[in-house]
């Protein structure tokens, strides 16, 4: 019996797809590569789930888990063919407890939509993916994904409590629970968020809810050069309250809005920062003014408050308008998301400026600036090869550079195809064989996600 017939008596031909034109919906995701699966699972439950897995594992087949294809680092394409194993059908709000301030909710809860059912409760979950009102909770928690109230609120894993997940063979297993103390036993909540689904997939998550910040403002800060910003970007954060958010757009990036028209700048700018503090009606303008006080002393050209929802609007439209714009102005865009401490920030802006000079490469970097995070834009043309050859060489250097100043290859987007092989420049080598050991106990047939998240074994 074939594999498709056995996944057809397991979960239905209604779960299941195989045409050529129904599988290459699932062929894609943000990096524009395509690798199409040879079948494709649309799972409702986590008995669906695990049939599934039982199956592939049996049959030796690869199984890819999928949200909603948002990511940029290849983290949801069949590397393999095999399985594709969606979980967007598995979209129901199981619980919102509002006394215990948490939600139980399944990996295909599209970000905002979660956001939108708590909002009338006074609460949210703080992490913030730009991909919002596209990306699903099972990807922020396979990624790890973060966004720019990062800085204030911390990343994915800080808000989870526990999970419900499928093991490779198909046992369910489910780790913390409802409390934010508990120190029963290993963190397997922790270790499966940001695995990247090479470890188990996951079907359910217990999250921990804040309360909605009652009133924000927002400031914008212009710099005569990306250095004087991103050293302002240090003195803010060796100071005083934690801005809600702390972005920085580069000389590039100014650039590109003004061919956009997107902006009125004044020619001498060349760095901005947009911040956002946050708390109640009472406060809010009190740390606002703070804020504003402690970016005056990093003498910027001009400072901005906006005073009205239209103006808050207009700070940020900027920041909402970048990624869409790059599509528009490159044929195609290497897109990393590196990040550094606070304290390196301006020694990387200045390295980046250095590598895009030298290499006459173009690149745009912005990002949540807060955290030492940057979006690295390579701009490129895939069908010029000495470009794109030229641009591997720049991708080396940027990682050297990074990891020199003591920084990280990816901050939010993982690891996925796209960094496999360059994180063993980071890893420690007893932390690397470690993890493919953790690998090979959650995996020992090795069909979860294969060829993603961490270095292929050397042959």
């Not at 804040?210 to 924000?216: C, S």
């Not at 990093?298 to 009205?308: D, G, K, N, T, Y």
């Not at 990280?408 to 360059?422: A, I, N, Y």
């Amino acid at each position: 019996m074939t594999l498709l017939h056995q996944l057809q008596q397991a979960i239905g031909t209604a779960t299941l797809l195989s045409h050529p034109a129904e599988l290459e919906s699932y062929a894609w995701d943000n990096t524009g590569i395509r690798l199409r699966p040879d079948a494709v699972v649309l799972a409702d439950t986590a008995e669906q789930v695990a049939a599934t897995l039982r199956c592939c594992q049996a049959a030796g087949v690869a199984v890819t888990p999928r949200g909603a294809g948002t990511g940029n680092v290849g983290g949801a394409l069949p590397l393999q063919g095999g399985v594709v194993l969606s979980l967007q059908r598995m979209n129901r709000i199981r619980e919102i407890n509002r006394q215990d301030r948490v939600a139980v909710v399944e990996p295909g809860v599209v970000h905002a939509d979660l956001q939108q059912a708590l909002r009338p409760m006074g609460l949210c979950w703080p992490p913030d993916p730009t991909s919002t009102r596209s990306c699903t909770v099972g990807g922020n928690l396979a990624m790890c994904a973060a966004g720019a109230s990062a800085v204030r609120w911390g990343v994915t894993r800080d808000w989870v409590l526990g999970l419900e997940a499928v093991t490779a063979d198909g046992r369910l297993l489910r780790s913390g629970g409802r409390t934010t103390k508990g120190v029963v036993g290993y963190d397997l909540t922790r270790l499966l968020i940001g695995s990247e689904g090479t470890l188990a997939v996951i079907t359910a998550a217990t999250l921990q809810l804040a309360p909605r910040p009652e009133a924000r403002r927002s400031l914008r800060a212009l710099f005569g050069s990306v250095a004087a910003a991103a050293e302002a970007v240090a003195q803010i954060m060796a100071e005083g309250e934690t801005p809600a958010a702390v972005e920085l757009l580069d000389t590039a990036t100014l650039a590109l809005l003004r061919r956009m028209g997107t902006l009125a700048l004044p020619q001498q700018a060349q760095a901005m920062l947009l911040l956002e503090v946050c708390g109640t009606a009472a406060t809010v303008d009190l740390l606002a003014a703070d804020l504003e006080q402690r970016l005056e002393r990093c003498a910027p050209l001009e400072l901005q408050r906006a005073r009205s929802a239209e103006e808050v609007e207009s700070i940020w439209q900027a920041r909402a308008a970048l990624s869409p714009a790059l599509k528009k102005y490159a044929p195609k865009r290497i897109n990393e998301d590196v990040v550094v401490p606070v304290s390196q920030l301006a020694a990387l802006v200045t390295g980046l400026e250095r590598l895009s000079h030298d290499s006459g490469i173009p690149m745009v970097s912005f990002g949540h600036a807060g955290n030492g995070n940057l979006h690295v834009n390579l701009l490129v043309n895939p069908a010029d090869q000495a470009i794109m050859d030229r641009a591997m060489v720049v991708l080396q250097q940027l990682f050297a550079l990074v990891l020199s100043l003591q920084g990280t290859l990816s901050g939010e987007h993982g690891v996925g195809l796209q960094k496999r092989d360059f994180i063993a420049q980071e890893l420690d080598p007893v932390a690397l064989v470690l993890q493919q050991q953790i690998k090979k106990v959650f995996d020992p047939a090795g069909i979860l996600n294969p060829g993603k998240a961490l270095p292929l074994p050397s042959s």
